[in-house]
């Protein structure tokens, strides 16, 4: 039976995008953490659909890659160059005529 898990709670700080994680070690079994990040929902940022990402991963990796905030960066890092968000950042900066 695994150990009770406990929320740990971090602020990242992506290119002036402040956001909240979430690690949640033994999340049901033993070695195993979940990882979550909450971005603003009012700017684009790479990762999740509307400022939100949950991810599963083992332990030991989670602390190889430097902790939640230094593997959220990297991802985000990563995925910064994906259309989509290009495609979002270049909307957002430019605002919406039609929206009130």
């Known amino acids: 039976m695994p150990r009770s898990s406990k ?3 971090e602020t990242l700080i ?6 909240r994680v979430c690690t949640t070690r033994d999340h ?3 070695g195993w953490t979940v990882i979550t990040l909450r971005a603003p929902e009012d700017v684009p940022f790479p ?3 509307r400022g939100y990402c949950r991810h599963g991963l083992e332990q ?3 602390d190889a890659e430097g902790g939640t905030v230094a593997y959220f960066r990297a991802w985000a890092d990563r995925d910064s160059n994906n259309p ?3 495609n ?3 909307g957002h900066r ?3 005529l039609f929206r009130r």
């Not at 992506?14 to 956001?19: E, H, K, L, Q, S």
């Open 84 to 86: 989509a968000y290009l």
């Open 88 to 90: 979002a950042v270049a």
């Open 60 to 62: 030991a990796k989670l």
């Open 28 to 30: 049901r079994i033993d």
């Open 14 to 19: 992506w290119r002036g995008i402040t956001c």
């Open 7 to 9: 929320a740990i709670y």
């Open 94 to 96: 430019q605002g919406d």
């Open 47 to 49: 990762l999740g659909v």
